[in-house]
């Protein structure tokens, strides 16, 4: 695949990408997130092969913003991740935990 000459264009990496999503949780639902984080981040280790690394970090000096970053070894194993069950059920109870929508940036390898 080639790869784009504007910024704007869609690029599909090929082999692993990084995915870093900044979330910010309503002020008193922290540890309803972090319960909710954790959980989930074991059934993504017990089920997606394809996800290399899934970790959440809070952004220190505050107690309601949030990064999680993710590995994975292909598009197809990230594509694949939003219809796992595990995140399919996750997702309305982020979603009533957040206070905005998150920030999602994805990062290809530089050849």
Same mark, same amino acid.
């Given at each position: 695949?080639?790869?784009?000459?504007?910024?704007?264009?869609?690029?599909?990496?090929?082999?692993?990408?990084?995915?870093?999503?900044?979330? @910010?949780? #309503?002020? $008193?639902?922290?540890?309803?997130?972090? +319960?909710? =984080?954790? /959980?989930?981040?074991? %059934?993504?280790? @017990?089920? #997606?092969? $394809?996800?290399?690394?899934?970790?959440? +970090?809070? =952004?220190? /000096?505050?107690?309601? %913003?949030?990064?999680?970053?993710?590995?994975?070894?292909?598009?197809?194993?990230?594509?694949?991740?939003?219809?796992?069950?595990?995140?399919?059920?996750?997702?309305?109870?982020?979603?009533?935990?957040?206070?905005?929508?998150?920030?999602?940036?994805?990062?290809?390898?530089?050849?």
């Amino acid at each position: 695949m080639d790869k784009p000459g504007r910024a704007e264009e869609p690029y599909t990496p090929e082999g692993p990408l990084t995915i870093l999503a900044r979330v @910010r949780v #309503e002020a $008193g639902k922290q540890e309803e997130f972090h +319960h909710l =984080v954790r /959980g989930l981040s074991a %059934d993504i280790a @017990r089920f #997606e092969h $394809g996800c290399l690394w899934y970790c959440a +970090h809070q =952004v220190l /000096g505050s107690n309601l %913003d949030y990064v999680i970053i993710m590995r994975f070894r292909s598009w197809a194993d990230y594509e694949a991740h939003g219809d796992t069950a595990h995140m399919k059920g996750a997702l309305p109870g982020l979603d009533r935990l957040l206070d905005g929508a998150p920030q999602v940036e994805i990062f290809g390898p530089i050849d």
